[in-house]
Each structure stands twice: as structure tokens, then as C-alpha cells.
Nanobody
């Protein structure tokens, strides 16, 4: 069993910054990709940023230049540094991981979500 535990959400003023963290634990053979998605009220869940193992990062156009995704492979942890936050960044942010739990089986996992609210 694998768990993704997020932290770092909260309330911030426009123009402010937050840093989200997500640690994966459990039976992990190898992690392929980690990332972040977000879902605003009444909207679908959308990609924010992903960082594949050994690959290039990918960002949603709406966050390019403001958000930075990074990983600490030794800790199985992914981070999302969010700067210059805007009210439209308000959403529940979900951690995502695609990983192998054995040599022959890979699947995706989601965190429980953390609320980010940008408001004056």
C-alpha cells in the first residue's frame, strides 16, 4: 500500500507565496513520475506540473514562470513552490504519483488534497 501525504496549503494574499510538499511512503519499487494537479469548485481536475524521473518538467501555461516543481528522490518527496499567487490559483491541490510497487506492476496514486486559497 502506498500513501501520498501533502502539506503546505493555506490562505495567502494575492502576490504571496506558498510551498506545497508531498511525501510518498509504503511499498515503492520505483517512482516514475510525481506531480501536482488542482481542482477549483465546479471545474475539472487539471494538471499544474509534473516531474518525471530523469525527464523534463512540464507546467500548465497558466503557472509557467510562477510555479516551480522539484523532487527529493531520497525522500520520495515532491515540492511545488508557488510564487506571485493569483485569486484564480485558488483550488484544492492534489499530489500525484505514477510508480511501480513491484518489478511488474505500476499504477497511479493520489493524495487527499490540500486547499490553497488566494484572497485579499
Amino acid at each position: 500500500q502506498v500513501q501520498l501525504v501533502e502539506s503546505g496549503g493555506g490562505l495567502v494574499h494575492p502576490g504571496g507565496s506558498l510551498r506545497l510538499s508531498c511525501a510518498a511512503s509504503g511499498t515503492i519499487f520505483t517512482i516514475k513520475t510525481m506531480g501536482w494537479y488542482r481542482q477549483a469548485p465546479g471545474k475539472q481536475r487539471d494538471l499544474v506540473a509534473v516531474i518525471p524521473t530523469g525527464g523534463s518538467t512540464n507546467y500548465a501555461d497558466s503557472v509557467k514562470g510562477r510555479f516551480t516543481i522539484s523532487r527529493d528522490n531520497a525522500k520520495n518527496t515532491v515540492y511545488l513552490q508557488m510564487n506571485s499567487l493569483k485569486p484564480e490559483d485558488t483550488a484544492v491541490y492534489y499530489c500525484y504519483a505514477f510508480l511501480q510497487v513491484s518489478e511488474w506492476y505500476a499504477t497511479e496514486y493520489w493524495g487527499q488534497g490540500t486547499q490553497v486559497t488566494v484572497s485579499s
